[in-house]
């Protein structure tokens, strides 16, 4: 196996852990009452963020959704300051202003995740405009779920980048639930064909499979920059917890044995894991250091999140104008 | 090692939930994720499980107890051997009534504070009656009020020259003397009374009798000054705040003395040291040889001043004085101001009268 | 001087700024060859092609939209928004993306974009088409909010709406279009949160906005003649106001109107006549007067239409009502 592949396997592989655990830490806080607010939980989704965002570079932009932790993670944020935003504290992302569900990381390309939801699609279809318009070479990616095929704003801008063949491309995560209903009562037709309608190259891909995510990415991002765009990508995965922390007694609207089979036969981390071990990319040793690793710097940024300061009070009216 | 067991959030809006059922006892050995109690919030009962291996060995809030989520409600160690201990230290029961009677003590007592501060603010506004409060519900502009204040003016005599509110800036003179004049400002009646009932009464009473006399104020005698002090306090028709009445006693001519009178009875007038502002002057004259004085007048002593001159009677017997009330005509009314003299005459004749 | 339609106006700032900075660009419905269906951006096109005056299908939660993002990642678009009423189409790219990003990423990402729309009854257009709804955008912490009374002001206001790194709203008065008024030909700005007095005057304070100051002008020339001295004041934005300009007039007439073509319930002008009770009470010799556009919406029948916007003589009978106070003017 080439070096280089390993080195990304072993990356990708890393960074779904560290989605992982990030969440498992996040939940805790909620469970344990030392965060506010609640937050929405991207376990068993993490093979869409980083099979997209590895093939990302610095320079490309992603908008996120209200179940953005794993777009932040996948786009190069760090836990500490990820912590920081979740407890409102100073050192967060957005000092503390914006919270769980609007971690922004302007450096990594992460144009913020969005309280709305379909909101951001506008803003991931103008920051593809702006490549266009500066001949930047840049590609956004617009995250957001099935639910966000119900809102209108989608299909305006997608109507727009297609005319316009912007450099976007529009992901979305089907984990087929919206809320607390399923994506069949809430969505006629295909969903790929929401995008087909406007002319849009629509591709659906398991994404549970981190490799053919990252694979698919790769060549539509490629294509992007040639001005070949938008894209549609429809990515079939399952998210392990209800719609938001709270959300524990769910069997109305499904059942503990689908749960128990999209977490026993389709986890993208361990099926990824299985892998990497028979193709001989990694040891079992290797991957089990890495999870041992992530999990101690998890540990680490609660315990530095919790210890850290609020901001000052005096900050409650500042950046309501930009200077 | 020791871990504390949190009530779980469960709920996007919830603040506590009770514990339904405990599936361990202190002592029981439990695993990670093995079912440890069941908690129902408003919405269902669902089951919390363990997230440590080890021994429970503590159970801080009982089955049926409702508890604020975070809070510890057991503890999971690596050994069993702590149970006793803890368990003994707590609890759940009686910690959680205890917490109860707080809460209701605590609010029995903001009740109370309410209504206290309730009294008094409905008291207030009763004893209020000056011409400044006059300005407040008389129909004007901000603008002409704050000119009013500013330039001295009484809005009540504004009327009384024939002007008709709402009054605008234009309608406020430039100064009170335009409105007024000075010999409209101070308003007199005078009283005639013998002191011999009050000398008397103070025979009577530092010979031990008196009524007002309480411990520790044996060695204090009554004065005709401090009597008169209660007096005057007594009915007064308007005064400045609620606190009491101050009063300055000027005698000798050159002694002054500042009383402080808190209720009705002698033993609370008080003297003390110094005063910013009080309600009445008294001018003491009846031991010296002048028999009147009349209150200076003009703008800036348009005030709710009320002067009582104390001079002796020329014309009449060694006890007799006189008693003249300088008011302004603006500050009480004139039938309020003669019932309140007649009661301070009626009492320096009879003293008793202020004792029922 | 020379004078140029508020039209004119508009088209020279956006062309200047295009010219100095060439992120700046045109988002909306019918803004390239069409110009507008008020023309006012003619010939912008010709000189900044279809890559900078982009004409949209007719979808304005989704340009503006594109928009934010657009100005999140390094341009300054103008959006152009046909009628002011299709505010309430974009509320949630404004509102809660636009004005809100800056905040909630803790001052990391800036939106700095223009959206220009327009308000303004009494062209027979019906309610859908005839409202002013700057009230609406300027209750919103994150927005500002410009409102132009001629030409002069078109430009100005213009020119440091592009510039200013935050999301403004700039309404035009679509029935002023064609008024013209000396515009220097030299660059100039006028800076947000600066009010004009356009007259000064002693006995009342005339606060209008937008398409009100020409009425407050004419209500004031009135009242000249009847002896009553009238200061008319243009906040020019209101969001932010500058609230100590009018404070300052209200201490010296004692007496205001606020006169506004926004409805008048839970609008500009009691935003304003609340601030001058606040900070001018002690000054106040009467109650301050609202005049807003009546709660209704807006009828289309010309009779019925006209009664619906405050105007001078309106304003002079108010004025004459307030002044009564004062012996020396009463009749």
């Not at chain 1, 765009?229 to 007694?249: A, E, K, S």
């Not at chain 2, 002191?195 to 044996?218: H, M, R, V, Y």
């Not at chain 3, 001087?1 to 010219?19: G, H, P, Y």
């Not at chain 3, 790219?93 to 009854?121: D, F, I, W």
């Given at each position: 196996?080439?070096?280089?592949?390993?080195?990304?396997?072993?990356?990708?592989?890393?960074?779904?852990?560290?989605?992982?655990?990030?969440?498992?830490?996040?939940?805790?806080?909620?469970?344990?009452?030392?965060?506010?607010?609640?937050?929405?939980?991207?376990?068993?989704?993490?093979?869409?963020?980083?099979?997209?965002?590895?093939?990302?570079?610095?320079?490309?932009?992603?908008?996120?959704?209200?179940?953005?932790?794993?777009?932040?993670?996948?786009?190069?944020?760090?836990?500490?300051?990820m912590f920081c935003e979740l407890l409102g504290k100073a050192e967060g992302y957005c000092r503390g202003k914006g919270g769980s569900m609007h971690i922004a990381d302007q450096d990594n390309g992460n144009l913020g995740a969005n309280a709305i939801v379909g909101g951001s699609a506008g803003i991931a279809t103008g920051a593809a405009l702006t490549a266009k318009i500066l001949g930047t070479d840049s590609v956004t990616v617009c995250f957001f779920g099935d639910g966000a095929m119900g809102q209108g704003l989608l299909y305006e801008v997608m109507n727009m980048a297609a005319l316009w063949h912007l450099p976007v491309i529009y992901a979305c995560e089907n984990n087929h639930y919206g809320e607390y209903t399923k994506t069949e009562e809430m969505a006629a037709g295909e969903l790929k064909a929401r995008g087909e309608a406007f002319g849009i190259e629509a591709f659906e891909v398991d994404g549970q499979n981190v490799l053919a995510v990252n694979n698919l990415t790769q060549t539509l991002v490629e294509r992007s920059r040639k001005g070949e765009?938008?894209?549609?990508?429809?990515?079939?995965?399952?998210?392990?917890?209800?719609?938001?922390?709270?959300?524990?007694?769910?069997?109305?609207y499904r059942s503990k044995e689908e749960e128990a089979h999209w977490r026993d036969e389709r986890d993208p981390i361990d099926n990824f894991e299985a892998h990497m071990i028979a193709k001989k990319g990694a040891t079992k040793k290797e991957l089990k250091e890495i999870r041992a690793r992530v999990e101690q710097e998890a540990k680490a940024a609660v315990e530095y999140a919790l210890q850290a300061d609020y901001p000052p009070l005096d900050e409650v009216d500042s950046h309501v104008f930009a200077a | 090692m020791s871990h504390e067991v949190l009530m779980p959030q469960l709920g996007m809006a919830q603040n506590s939930a009770i514990i339904v059922s405990w599936n361990k006892t202190v002592g029981e050995p439990v695993t990670e994720g093995e079912l440890l109690l069941e908690v129902e919030t408003d919405k269902a009962v669902m089951e919390v499980e363990s997230r440590h291996n080890g021994f429970v060995t503590a159970i801080l809030s009982g089955a049926g107890s409702d508890v604020?989520?975070?809070?510890?409600?057991?503890?999971?160690?690596?050994?069993?051997?702590?149970?006793?201990?803890?368990?003994?230290?707590?609890?759940?029961?009686?910690?959680?009534?205890k917490t109860t009677d707080a809460a209701v003590a605590a609010s029995s007592a903001t009740i109370s504070i309410k209504s206290t501060q309730k009294n008094n603010a409905d008291t207030a506004p009763a004893q209020t009656d000056t011409a400044l409060n006059n300005n407040h519900t008389i129909l004007a502009s901000p603008k002409a009020k704050r000119l009013a204040y500013e330039r001295g003016v009484d809005l009540q005599r504004l009327i009384e020259s024939g002007a008709v509110p709402p009054f605008h800036a234009a309608d406020i003179p430039r100064s009170s003397d335009q409105l007024t004049g000075s010999d409209q400002v101070i308003a007199m009646l005078q009283a005639?009374?013998?002191?011999?009932?009050?000398?008397?009464?103070?025979?009577?009473?530092?010979?031990?009798?008196?009524?007002?006399?309480?411990?520790?104020?044996?060695?204090s005698s009554l004065s005709t000054q401090q009597m008169l002090a209660a007096f005057c306090a007594s009915g007064m028709p308007s005064i400045s705040s609620g606190n009491g009445i101050t009063l300055r006693v000027t005698d000798h001519l050159d002694v002054v003395r500042y009383w402080m009178v808190g209720g009705t009875g002698l033993s609370a007038v008080v003297q003390v040291d110094n005063a910013a502002h009080w309600d009445i002057d008294i001018i003491d004259l009846s031991q010296t040889m002048i028999v009147d004085y009349l209150p200076a007048t003009g703008p800036s002593s348009i005030t709710r001043q009320v002067t009582l001159v104390v001079c002796s009677d020329p014309s009449a017997s060694q006890q007799s004085v006189n008693l003249r009330l300088y008011f302004p005509a603006s500050s009480m009314s004139t039938i309020a101001a003669a019932n309140w003299l007649q009661g301070i005459a009626k009492r320096c004749v009879n003293p008793l009268l202020q004792l029922i | 001087?020379?004078?140029?339609?508020?039209?004119?106006?508009?088209?020279?700032?956006?062309?200047?700024?295009?010219?100095?900075?060439?992120?700046?660009?045109?988002?909306?419905?019918?803004?390239?060859?069409?110009?507008?269906?008020?023309?006012?951006?003619?010939?912008?096109?010709?000189?900044?092609?279809?890559?900078?005056?982009?004409?949209?299908?007719?979808?304005?939660?989704?340009?503006?939209?594109?928009?934010?993002?657009?100005?999140?990642?390094?341009?300054?678009?103008?959006?152009?928004?046909?009628?002011?009423?299709?505010?309430?189409?974009?509320?949630?790219?404004?509102?809660?993306?636009?004005?809100?990003?800056?905040?909630?990423?803790?001052?990391?990402?800036?939106?700095?974009?223009?959206?220009?729309?327009?308000?303004?009854?009494?062209?027979?257009?019906?309610?859908?088409?005839?409202?002013?709804?700057h009230a609406l955008v300027a209750h919103i912490p994150g927005l500002k909010v410009a409102m132009p009374s001629s030409a002069y002001e078109a430009k100005g206001l213009m020119k440091t709406a592009i510039r200013d790194n935050n999301p403004v709203v700039i309404f035009e008065d679509k029935l002023m279009y064609q008024d013209k008024a000396p515009v220097p030909e030299e660059e100039f700005l006028i800076p947000f949160g600066e009010a004009k007095v356009h007259q000064a005057g002693d006995d009342i304070t005339l606060i209008a906005t937008s398409s009100m100051v020409q009425v407050a002008q004419a209500a004031a020339r009135l009242l000249a003649a009847q002896n009553i001295s009238a200061e008319v004041i243009d906040p020019r934005t209101i969001a932010p106001l500058d609230c100590s300009t009018l404070i300052e007039s209200v201490k010296k007439t004692s007496r205001a109107i606020v006169i506004d073509e926004g409805h008048q319930q839970y609008g500009v002008t009691a935003e304003i006549a609340s601030v001058i009770a606040h900070d001018a009470f002690y000054y106040l010799d009467a109650p301050v007067h609202r005049m807003g556009a009546m709660d209704v919406p807006v009828p289309f029948s010309p009779v019925l239409e006209d009664l619906t916007v405050p105007t001078p003589d309106r304003v002079v009978e108010q004025a004459k009502k307030l002044m009564r106070g004062v012996r020396e003017h009463v009749a």
């Open positions: 196996m080439a070096s280089n592949q390993r080195e990304q396997w072993l990356r990708m592989y890393e960074q779904m852990v560290k989605i992982r655990q990030f969440e498992f830490q996040a939940n805790q806080l909620y469970l344990d009452a030392k965060m506010p607010g609640l937050t929405h939980m991207y376990s068993g989704q993490e093979a869409v963020a980083v099979g997209i965002c590895d093939a990302l570079e610095k320079t490309d932009s992603i908008t996120s959704t209200h179940r953005g932790h794993g777009h932040c993670v996948a786009k190069g944020a760090e836990f500490k300051a765009g938008p894209f549609l990508m429809v990515l079939d995965t399952y998210r392990y917890h209800g719609h938001h922390v709270g959300d524990i007694n769910r069997t109305y | 604020p989520i975070g809070d510890v409600i057991a503890m999971i160690s690596a050994s069993a051997d702590d149970a006793v201990v803890v368990t003994k230290q707590t609890d759940p029961s009686t910690a959680a009534q005639t009374v013998d002191l011999t009932g009050i000398q008397d009464f103070i025979e009577w009473s530092n010979e031990g009798n008196g009524a007002n006399k309480g411990e520790g104020e044996s060695s | 001087m020379r004078s140029i339609t508020l039209s004119q106006a508009v088209n020279e700032a956006i062309a200047e700024e295009m010219r100095r900075d060439p992120t700046v660009i045109i988002l909306g419905e019918d803004v390239a060859e069409a110009g507008t269906p008020f023309k006012v951006l003619s010939g912008l096109v010709e000189e900044f092609g279809t890559d900078r005056v982009i004409d949209t299908p007719i979808s304005e939660p989704g340009f503006t939209g594109i928009a934010v993002g657009a100005a999140m990642t390094g341009l300054r678009p103008i959006v152009d928004l046909m009628f002011g009423d299709f505010l309430y189409l974009v509320m949630d790219q404004l509102c809660n993306q636009a004005a809100k990003t800056h905040y909630m990423s803790g001052g990391k990402l800036t939106v700095p974009m223009v959206l220009r729309t327009n308000l303004g009854a009494t062209r027979r257009s019906a309610a859908q088409h005839s409202q002013s709804l």
